[in-house]
C-alpha cells in the first residue's frame, strides 16, 4: 500500500491502441513546442499525457522511437497540407494568371498554419535541441516545396502562347522563402500579419520576379 501522504497518479483508462499512440504523440509535440526536444522523456511524455511512464513505454520503446514517430507524422501532414493548398483553390492553370495561382495556394497554406499551429511552430521555427534528422527532414520538405510551386509556374508557362517571362528557379526559391517567413509570422503576431496581407503581397512579389 501507498504510504500516508503519498500521491498516486489517477489510473489511465484503457483505450484503442492509435487513440493512445495519438494522445502521447500530441503530449510530445506540446513538450517540443513548448519546452524544447530536450525536455522529452518518457517520464515528461506520461506527465503531459496523464498517464504512467509504463503506459509510454507499452507504446514506443524508446525515446528514439517516440521522437521518430513524432517526426514522420508532422512531416506527413505538413506535406498533407501544402498539397491540399495546390488542389483545394481548383485554380485553372490555363485560364488564371501565374499572380492569383499563387495568391491562391498561399491563403490555403496559411489557413492550414494556423490550423495546426503546433505542427508548424515545429517545422518553421528552430525549437531548442531539434535533432539532425528533423532539420534535414525540414530541408527535404522545403525542396519539395520549391519543385511544386516550380511545377505550378511551368504548368501555367506551357499552357500560354506568349507566357510572362519569369525566372521560375529564382521565383520558387523565393516564394519558399517567403512562406516560411510568412508562417512564422503568421504564428507570432498573427493580428498585425493577417493571411490577407500575405495574400497581396505574394501577387505582388511574383510580379517583381518577373524580368
Do not use: N
Not at 519558399?176 to 505574394?202: C, N
Request: charged share 25%.
Amino acid at each position: 500500500m501507498p504510504g500516508r501522504g503519498s500521491k498516486r497518479r489517477p489510473y489511465a483508462p484503457r483505450m484503442p491502441a492509435e487513440e493512445r499512440r495519438k494522445q502521447l504523440l500530441d503530449a510530445t509535440l506540446r513538450i517540443v513546442v513548448e519546452r524544447g526536444h530536450h525536455k522529452v522523456t518518457m517520464e515528461t511524455v506520461g506527465e503531459e499525457a496523464g498517464v504512467t511512464k509504463p503506459v509510454v513505454y507499452g507504446v514506443f520503446h524508446s525515446r528514439g522511437e517516440l521522437l521518430a514517430a513524432l517526426l514522420e507524422r508532422e512531416q506527413q501532414g505538413a506535406v498533407e497540407q501544402v498539397m491540399s493548398a495546390f488542389t483545394d483553390g481548383r485554380l485553372d492553370l490555363a485560364r488564371t494568371p501565374p499572380d492569383e495561382l499563387i495568391a491562391g495556394i498561399t491563403k490555403a497554406y496559411l489557413d492550414g498554419v494556423r490550423a495546426e499551429e503546433y505542427r508548424w511552430r515545429c517545422i518553421l521555427f528552430a525549437v531548442e535541441g531539434a535533432p539532425r534528422e528533423l532539420r534535414a527532414a525540414i530541408a527535404g520538405s522545403r525542396e519539395q516545396l520549391r519543385g511544386m510551386i516550380a511545377g505550378v509556374l511551368e504548368s501555367f508557362v506551357a499552357t500560354q502562347s506568349a507566357a510572362p517571362a519569369v525566372d521560375i528557379d529564382i521565383a520558387s526559391h523565393s516564394l519558399v522563402a517567403f512562406a516560411e517567413r510568412a508562417g512564422q509570422l503568421i504564428l507570432d503576431q498573427p493580428e498585425k500579419y493577417t493571411v490577407d496581407r500575405f495574400v497581396k503581397a505574394s501577387k505582388v512579389l511574383l510580379r517583381l520576379l518577373q524580368p
